[in-house]
């Protein structure tokens, strides 16, 4: 009945996959939890190296690290179920309902997205403040936000999909580190006609970056965004390409290029700041985009 599917990347999944196989068994549902390990340190494989010995888990590692998009569609390939439970693997989950919430909503016609959350507490980590801030404040949407636009909110973090719709659509291979794919992704099924149920059911988000990775990581998806836009396969339902081009056909662009190229080590700083304005963020990734788009 349901493949609950890990890309597994430098992170102990341990107490995540053994919830998620006891919340599994506990619907008395046919499962199977696929972990792939996507060529992790190798303290992180033996750590996850006792999941081979879970009933009805099981874990593979590949010997070369084949990225964000390959390796889930390599997951759906070995899916033995028809429906298909994507999780990001630094996630864990927020009650013991999380798989039965799913069992409820799945028709095996539409996506079933549940969104993202963070925990209430910020980190003890000064350095992963900015990380948890954002994600509190950008990324945590309630169901009934998310149902105003179903396919601008979607995310690959946590969605459960019908394995026949996954495969015509896939994810884009083409689309290389991070950023992006799921934003595709979306666009591809509001193209073929694919609704998208958002219920009420995140994950928790808990692998949290440091500051300059994760704005090292938005600097790669914002390059994955200028290829798209290069090759014509993203719309103005993105919100940061939308704020391109009308700054662009407004005349703009030089003016924000010169202000961030001027700027960018003090926005950097700002958003160092507890309880930043992202809208300084916001600036940040447009100018970024700008960058791109005239070099």
Known sequence: MLSVLIPVYNFDVVPFVKDLAKQCADCKIDFEVLCLDDYSSENYR??????????????????????????????????????????????????????????????????VYGGRNYQQNKPENVAEYFRWWYGVNRETINSQER???????????????????????????????????????????????????HIENPLCHIGLEDFETFIQKTEEGIGNLSQLITEG???????????????????????????YKKNRTKILTKLQTENANLKWFDFYKLGYLVSLRKS
């Open 46 to 111: 033996i750590k996850n190296a006792v999941l081979k010995s879970i009933e009805n888990v099981c874990y593979e590692e590949l010997p070369n690290n084949i990225g964000r998009s390959k390796i889930r569609n390599r997951l759906a390939e070995k899916a033995k179920y028809e429906n298909l439970l994507f999780l990001d693997c630094d996630s864990k989950t927020n009650d013991d309902q999380f798989i039965a919430k799913y069992v409820e909503n799945i028709n095996g016609k539409s996506v």
């Open 147 to 197: 149902n105003k636009a179903v396919y601008s909110h979607f995310m690959t973090n946590n969605f459960c999909i019908p394995k026949h719709i996954y495969q015509e659509i896939k994810l884009d291979e083409t689309i290389v580190g991070y950023g992006h794919e799921d934003t595709l992704f979306g666009i591809e099924l509001k193209q073929k006609g694919v609704s998208i149920n």
């Open 233 to 259: 396969k993203v719309d103005d339902s993105i919100r940061l390409l939308k704020g391109y081009r009308f700054i662009k056909k407004m005349g703009l662009e030089s003016i924000v290029f010169s202000y």
